[in-house]
């Protein structure tokens, strides 16, 4: 009698694919939270697999907080062109015009904290009741306490105490009225699984992940991108680098490592190699101990 064994990638992949269909089996507007990062592209890759040859049955957000790297605008226009799917555009600038958020001020003043009212907004305005992310439990403390299904009350909070129990992966998604879920199919994969799967499946992702020349400048052990948005401390000078980005924000936020890997095999190998996590160069998690925590209590991704 023939065996039938899967591998680890194909059993991820079967879980995620899984809990994407769960989704659109349970909910009526779900979404998928896209920030043009290796971890939104993959989970989108797997939600088009998952309805194939249908057309992906659910809408793309992207919450745009104007500090965006080009490259990654350009490449989330071609793959929304490509994939024929809608795309639902939250502003962080509207949001601030609009007196619904405040924009910080100083040397390592960032938008990124100022994306959860325009979340939350685009969410509540577009009635949208399932909210699928990329977030990996191996990624941050914060994210490793999260469920595949993860409610979120009335005002879109998070509390981590009150999680579902999903024994033998029986989802639960009931929910009162304002109230949505965030979901997250690839919360099992590690950054290796990532990059393996993408090599795997010949994923396209944006250039940044890849070696390249870029001026930067070297603060809190990171090389931050240089942009109209960086302001010098005193003793602070722009350097020519060869570098890439293992994780993907704001320009403002996003720090890089020096790198020659130019292709993926290269990259899976380096990443292989590695003993420092890949939000080790976010900015945005240095803030504090629980600076992602308490974000995702207030409504973050």
Do not use: C
């Not at 659910?58 to 990654?72: A, K, R, S, V, Y």
């Not at 879109?156 to 109230?179: A, S, T, Y």
């Not at 994780?247 to 420092?276: C, F, N, P, Y």
Request: aromatic fraction near 10%; proline fraction near 3%.
């Amino acid at each position: 009698m023939h065996k039938y064994y899967l591998t680890h990638l194909q059993e991820l992949e079967s879980e995620a694919i899984y809990v994407i269909r769960e989704v659109v089996a349970q909910f009526d507007r779900p979404a998928i939270l896209f920030s043009g990062g290796k971890d939104s592209i993959v989970v989108t890759h797997l939600a088009k697999k998952a309805f194939w040859p249908a057309k992906i049955p659910m809408p793309l957000i992207h919450i745009d907080t104007g500090h965006n790297f080009p490259e990654t605008m350009d490449f989330r226009d071609k793959l929304v062109e490509n994939l024929g799917v809608q795309l639902i555009v939250g502003s962080v600038q509207e949001s601030i015009d609009k007196g619904r958020a405040v924009e910080e001020s100083g040397i390592n003043a960032s938008r990124n904290e100022l994306q959860i009212v325009t979340l939350l907004d685009t969410i509540e305005s577009h009635k949208i009741d399932a909210a699928i992310g990329g977030a990996r439990r191996d990624e941050e403390k914060a994210r490793a306490k999260e469920r595949f299904f993860s409610h979120r009350d009335e005002f879109g909070q998070w509390d981590p105490k009150n999680q579902r129990p999903e024994l033998w992966n029986i989802f639960n998604g009931r929910k009162r009225m304002g109230e949505h879920f965030r979901v997250f199919p690839i919360s099992n994969w590690t950054e290796m699984d990532i990059w393996n799967y993408i090599l795997q499946e010949n994923i396209a992702i944006p250039s940044l992940y890849f070696a390249h020349q870029r001026d930067a400048v070297y603060r809190d052990n990171t090389w931050l991108p240089a942009s109209e948005f960086l302001q010098l401390r005193e003793g602070e000078s722009i350097e020519n680098k060869l570098m890439r980005f293992r994780t993907l924000g704001d320009i403002t936020i996003t720090g890089g490592i020096e790198s020659d890997a130019d292709t993926l095999e290269k990259i899976v190998a380096e990443v292989s190699a590695t003993r420092s996590t890949e939000r080790g160069n976010r900015s945005d998690d240095k803030r504090s101990d629980t600076s992602m925590e308490d974000r995702k209590k207030q409504g973050y991704f």
